[in-house]
């Protein structure tokens, strides 16, 4: 294993630590709106603190760029760690467990090393380029699923409201597919399409520390990722489609269908 990826995966378990620990008094948790319908809370903070003082400890030159923190360290350092503290911050001050810790190395722009750890489930997933995807050190896949109609998808879109009103595009993509399940945790969502849990993941504005690990882990694990026009661009548009070969190109197909002459 690399060593740039067990020191991520030191600092993600501990990082699961203290979310564990809090998890056992919600009750007593501070809970802060930064926009609607997101949220944060000290836990988040603590996390990210704990995940930043592990990673420069044993590497003081690279630079992090957190949620919580944004970036600390150099600008335009060739190593930079990206870091979601608590993807699914809402999940977790209701008690629902659905959330994770993501951790992302990149080398000049491109990442290279990929935790994802859900302290609930005990969940260690692992990529690094070149070297496939893992689960608790066993190497997974995307899902074999062929037909379209047979897939289960994940989604991070806008709110049933929003979706009525402009979004038909991802009623179509949802209509054509066995279901869709917005499951609050994009970094979890991309994991499970690692590992075929979902056939595919469809995202609109997200950020980098939602897509940086996830989107690693699933083309190591044989898949596909791409913005809604096919091309590379989902790191800065954040709209995003991942899925097993067959299934995402079915997917572009449903979100793009052809205009009439």
Known sequence: MHPMLNIAIKAA????????RASMDLERLSVARKGPRDYVTEVDRAAEESIVETLRAAYPD???????FGLQGPDQAEFQ???????????FIHGLPNYAVSIALTQRGQVTQAVIYDPSRNELFTASRGSGTFLNDRRVRVSGRT????????????????????????RQMAE??????????????????????????????????????????????????????????????????????????????????????
């Open 81 to 91: 760690w990206i870091i979601d503290p608590l993807d699914g911050t809402t999940n």
């Open 176 to 261: 054509g597919s066995t279901g869709v399940r917005r499951l609050g945790a994009t970094v979890l969502d991309l994991a499970y399409v690692a590992c075929g849990r979902l056939d595919g993941f469809c995202g609109v504005g997200l950020k980098p520390w939602d897509l940086a690990a996830g989107s690693l882990m699933v083309l190591e694990a044989g898949g596909l990722v791409s913005d809604f026009d096919g091309e590379q661009g989902w790191m800065d548009t954040g709209n995003v489609l991942a899925a097993s070969p067959k299934i995402f190109t079915q997917m572009l197909s449903a979100l793009n269908p052809p205009t009439a002459a």
């Open 13 to 20: 378990r501990r990082a699961g630590t203290i979310i564990n």
């Open 147 to 170: 037909r379209y109609h047979d897939a289960l998808l994940g989604a991070h879109w806008p709110n049933s409201g929003d979706l009525e009103q402009g979004s038909a595009r991802f």
């Open 62 to 68: 690279h630079a992090v760029l957190g949620e919580e």
